[in-house]
T-cell receptor
Framework: NAGVMQNPRHLVRRRGQEARLRCSPM?????VYWYRQLPEEGLKFMVYLQKENIIDESGMPKERFSAEFPKEGPSILRIQQVVRGDSAAYFC????????????FGAGTRLSVL | AQKVTQAQTEISVVEKEDVTLDCVYE???????LFWYKQPPSGELVFLIRRNSFDEQNEISGRYSWNFQKSTSSFNFTITASQVVDSAVYFC????????????FGTGTRLTIIP
């Protein structure tokens, strides 16, 4: 059973470009969470999605950031017009259901904005 | 609002010593879950343990043990006979048990084991 797959592992963008981060949850998992880790800091919740639904996006910046988890295919975190402050590691986690379930994390995508 | 505090930013110990990582949490919920994750130098997050707020039994897994004390809102992690491979950043995290179980993380403790 493959783990949570994130790609790309490293992404370099220039200011103003778009970044698309992909996350394929573990097989059978329908809950996806995105977190951001700034350098030397802990992880901060961004958004929680179930298939075709955004459940909680309270941690997402109001502008430039969006997320989706379509019926088919991976979850996508999209950052438009990136700025230097977006440079961080973005982690995706999945779980099969709620009820204290363990969230299994992908290896993360390291975004560098030049 | 939930909060997790890991007051120890960095710890260094000599190999084979025991080390305890502290975690203190705040929540208004009566039902919640506590977690520990390990982030080795390679960067991924590795799940170590989950604890239900109703279960205050301590747990031991090999060289790892966890002490959950509801009275002091603490969930401390002890590594016995530390090894170089234990060098990593360790995160304590909390989630509520209400359907949306987003994790609130502490800022992490960087543990360095000196050979």
């Amino acid at each position: 059973n493959a783990g949570v797959m994130q790609n790309p592992r490293h992404l370099v963008r220039r200011r103003g470009q778009e970044a698309r981060l992909r996350c394929s949850p573990m097989k059978g998992h329908s809950h996806v969470y995105w977190y951001r880790q700034l350098p030397e800091e802990g992880l901060k919740f961004m958004v929680y999605l179930q298939k075709e639904n955004i459940i909680d996006e309270s941690g997402m910046p109001k502008e430039r950031f969006s997320a989706e988890f379509p019926k088919e295919g991976p979850s996508i975190l999209r950052i438009q017009q990136v700025v230097r402050g977006d440079s961080a590691a973005y982690f995706c986690a999945s779980s099969p259901w709620t009820g204290g379930n363990i969230q299994y994390f992908g290896a993360g995508t390291r975004l560098s904005v030049l | 609002a939930q909060k997790v505090t890991q007051a120890q930013t960095e710890i260094s110990v000599v190999e084979k010593e025991d080390v305890t990582l502290d975690c203190v949490y705040e929540t208004r919920d009566t039902t919640y879950y506590l977690f520990w994750y390990k982030q080795p130098p390679s960067g991924e997050l590795v799940f170590l343990i989950r604890r239900n707020s109703f279960d205050e039994q301590n747990e031991i897994s090999g060289r790892y043990s966890w002490n959950f004390q509801k009275s002091t809102s603490s969930f401390n992690f002890t590594i016995t006979a530390s090894q170089v491979v234990d060098s990593a950043v360790y995160f304590c995290a909390l989630s509520e048990a209400r359907g949306n179980e987003k994790l609130t993380f502490g800022t992490g403790t960087r543990l360095t084991i000196i050979p």
